[in-house]
């Protein structure tokens, strides 16, 4: 995912519109690439982009609906790219809308929508008894499982028109989560909750200058940002300065260890929980000899002593850590790209970083992506129009690229304190190196709670905890594969 920004409103939909009218024809769009300047201005160099090949044709006023999730607990986990009322001057809701109203004056079409609470409930009632009412349902990823499982998903590979190949939707996605080369669930451009609820780092600049400690920014870039690297930072930054003698929330810290930064350092490690088989099948590899290794040294480096985790206080939430970062006495925490929110009156400049390699000799960052929240895409089974909507959701993800897209990098990092092209950079790998698991997603015979809870027991004994869930992890996979195998 390349950078995107614009700060002119105005020019979301006559951008969008050149993009659909080139597509018509197949002939490439010129798209303006945008990347970030310190003074969080906008700076544009032209690229071509080539849009999707769709039909040059109307579908005489026929609706879409989607069935999207509402979360009534947090606000910002509702789904709000899908649909807009109208414009209201904010500049990611007028962003849908004008990217609609492209699409919907383009085709003859109408885009609506069903927002509810519990939508995978909903689509089940629903699909059961072959209502045709949806023509895409999105319920959050680990809730769509049940779904999946009773075979009530269209093939996304074979929808006429989505060429799921092109750089709208996210490769990392299709890839993981096809199954014996189909794929009922995907996401892309065309969300952005799956860049929210994508695991992060963030760190105080001002305390690794302070330190003299060296630009983790480097380190990435150099592939020397590791878990050693990490251990070794936060190390020389921990402290007792009440001088009470030991180390509690009071002190300063180098890390802090949230209650899901252990998963998130077990597939940053490029480990899984289930994988290929190599026949396009499914397999546990959450017991190989080098999981286990990448597990003992994320216990080591969660129950580090000089860490401000379990041992020190930490309930692995959110509102202590948030509090000691702010106040300036946390150099590194882990937490979720949306949580970038209450980080907003920070007092200093803070960056952006993914979570660290296992090892220098691990070639690639991997980024868990927690899909608890994060909506899919999917078809009913009994589409009514597999044509209609493929058109749809293409020009939808398409012509994302340049409003939801950017819409999302200006509120993520117009921010007082990220404003740092460094920043963006590391989004861009944070964001092209995201994991998907179905392992995580259906939590598999409990494995996907497995890590945490050796870290919640303050445990680095992975085996015996493993041995513990192994047959009920394999029996719900065979389960699993079977309902896959079972639909037609």
Same mark, same amino acid.
């Given at each position: ?122 689509? *089940? *009632? ?107 930072? /936060? ?212 494995? /996907? ?40």
């Amino acid at each position: 995912m390349n950078i995107r920004r614009i700060t002119a409103a105005l020019l979301l939909s006559a951008v969008l519109l050149s993009a659909l009218s080139c597509a018509d024809s197949g002939a490439p769009a010129d798209t303006p690439q945008k990347t970030l300047s310190p003074d969080n201005e906008t700076t544009i160099a032209e690229t071509t982009t080539e849009g999707p090949d769709l039909p040059d044709k109307t579908y005489d006023g026929e609706t879409v609906h989607f069935l999207t999730a509402l979360n009534q607990g947090y606000d910002w986990y509702t789904s709000k790219e899908i649909f807009a009322e109208g414009e209201t001057g904010e500049l990611f809701n007028d962003a849908v809308y004008r990217r609609n109203l492209v699409i919907e004056d383009r085709f003859d079409i109408k885009i609506t929508q069903n927002c509810v609470p519990g939508p995978e409930n909903v689509a *089940k *009632k629903s699909l059961s008894a072959g209502d045709t009412e949806y023509d895409v349902v999105m319920p959050y990823m680990s809730n769509s499982i049940s779904l999946l499982q009773s075979g009530l998903f269209y093939d996304l590979k074979t929808v006429p028109y989505l060429d799921l190949d092109k750089p709208w939707w996210d490769q990392r996605a299709n890839d993981n989560l096809s199954y014996r080369g189909r794929l009922f669930m995907t996401t892309g451009d065309i969300s952005i909750l799956d860049n929210e609820c994508t695991m992060v780092m963030f760190f105080n600049k001002q305390l690794v200058t302070d330190f003299g400690l060296e630009s983790p920014y480097d380190l990435v870039r150099s592939g020397a940002w590791t878990m050693d690297a990490l251990t070794a930072m /936060s190390s020389s930054v921990t402290a007792d300065i009440n001088g009470d003698g030991k180390l509690n929330k009071e002190d300063r810290f180098g890390l802090s260890v949230a209650g899901n930064a252990p998963i998130s350092l077990y597939f940053a490690a490029g480990e899984r929980i289930i994988n290929s088989d190599g026949d396009g099948g499914l397999m546990i590899t959450m017991n190989s000899p080098r999981a286990s290794d990448v597990i003992e040294k994320i216990m080591n480096t969660c129950l580090d002593t000089l860490a401000f985790n379990k041992i020190n206080g930490s309930d692995g939430g959110f509102d202590t850590p948030c509090a000691m970062f702010l106040d300036g006495r946390l150099m590194f925490v882990t937490f979720a790209l949306v949580d970038i929110n209450g980080l907003r009156d920070a007092e200093f400049e803070f960056g952006i970083l993914p979570y660290p390699k296992y090892n220098e000799a691990q070639e690639e960052y991997n980024s868990l992506i927690s899909t608890i929240c994060v909506p899919t895409v999917s078809l009913p089974y009994n589409c009514r129009n597999p044509e209609l909507v493929g058109v749809t959701l293409s020009a939808m993800a398409h012509g994302s690229l340049d409003t939801l897209t950017v819409a999302y990098y200006d509120n993520a990092l117009k921010t007082r304190y990220v404003r740092d092209d460094e920043s963006g950079e590391m989004l861009d790998i944070i964001f092209s190196t995201r994991v998907y698991d179905l392992g995580f997603i259906c939590d598999i015979g409990g494995l /996907s709670s497995l890590v945490g809870n050796l870290y919640n027991k303050k445990s680095t004994d992975f085996a015996s905890a493993y041995a513990k869930v192994e047959s009920k992890a394999q029996a719900a996979l065979d389960k699993l594969t079977e309902s896959l195998d079972a639909i037609s």
